[in-house]
């Protein structure tokens, strides 16, 4: 007859009441750690902005800074020389218009306002002093530079002076014009 031991019980093991080691309590981090985690989760944080933010914008369109845009006269008005006057008529009376904007100030919808500004034709016609045929060709410039720069649809120089909110672009104009009428011998 075959050996028939009975197989031994498999059961689970006894527990233990072994006791486990915890790990002693954490020391409190410094004002200064705390800071620096703070930091450091914020920089992360900053930079998946400007991530988000590039990524988010990248399909938009931006047109360049023009840097002549930027104002750079000082903020307190003072007397500025007249600068070296163009050898020619009209030229000389663009640059001198220009240079009355600059010192004077500019104004829109009117020659003149009561504190001494003027538009751009109110500043040709003051430094044509009365010559109505130079301040006419000065004028034809002008409006020539405005429209090689903003096109045909401009109608005069009064509505393109008082279309701007600052006088930065119908001073820029005028300077432009004062080359352009140098260039052309006028």
């Given at each position: 007859?075959?050996?028939?031991?009975?197989?031994?019980?498999?059961?689970?093991?006894?527990?233990?009441?072994?006791?486990?080691?915890?790990?002693?309590?954490?020391?409190?981090?410094?004002?200064?750690?705390?800071?620096?985690?703070?930091?450091?989760?914020?920089?992360?944080?900053?930079?998946?902005?400007?991530?988000?933010?590039?990524?988010?914008?990248?399909?938009?369109?931006?047109?360049?800074?023009?840097?002549?845009?930027?104002?750079?006269?000082?903020?307190?008005?003072t007397l500025?020389?007249?600068?070296?006057?163009?050898?020619?008529?009209?030229?000389?009376?663009?640059?001198?218009?220009?240079?009355?904007?600059?010192?004077?100030?500019?104004?829109?919808?009117?020659?003149?306002?009561?504190?001494?500004?003027?538009c751009m034709?109110?500043?040709?016609?003051?430094?044509?002093?009365?010559?109505?045929?130079?301040?006419?060709?000065?004028?034809?410039?002008?409006?020539?530079?405005?429209?090689?720069?903003?096109?045909?649809?401009?109608?005069?120089?009064?509505?393109?002076?008082?279309?701007?909110?600052?006088?930065?672009?119908?001073?820029?104009?005028?300077?432009?014009?004062?080359?352009?009428?140098?260039?052309?011998?006028?």
């Amino acid at each position: 007859m075959p050996d028939t031991a009975p197989s031994p019980a498999i059961h689970p093991p006894a527990p233990t009441t072994r006791q486990t080691a915890t790990a002693p309590p954490a020391a409190a981090l410094t004002f200064e750690e705390r800071l620096a985690l703070v930091n450091m989760e914020m920089t992360a944080r900053l930079n998946e902005a400007a991530v988000a933010h590039a990524v988010n914008t990248a399909h938009i369109p931006i047109e360049p800074v023009d840097l002549a845009d930027v104002v750079t006269v000082p903020l307190t008005p003072t007397l500025q020389p007249s600068p070296a006057s163009y050898p020619t008529p009209v030229a000389a009376l663009l640059q001198r218009a220009h240079h009355r904007l600059l010192t004077g100030g500019w104004c829109s919808g009117a020659l003149a306002d009561e504190d001494g500004a003027h538009c751009m034709l109110g500043a040709i016609r003051i430094e044509a002093g009365g010559d109505s045929g130079l301040e006419a060709d000065a004028a034809s410039v002008l409006l020539d530079a405005i429209r090689r720069k903003f096109g045909e649809h401009v109608d005069s120089v009064p509505s393109f002076n008082d279309a701007h909110g600052s006088g930065r672009v119908p001073m820029r104009m005028l300077d432009h014009a004062a080359g352009l009428a140098d260039a052309r011998g006028l």
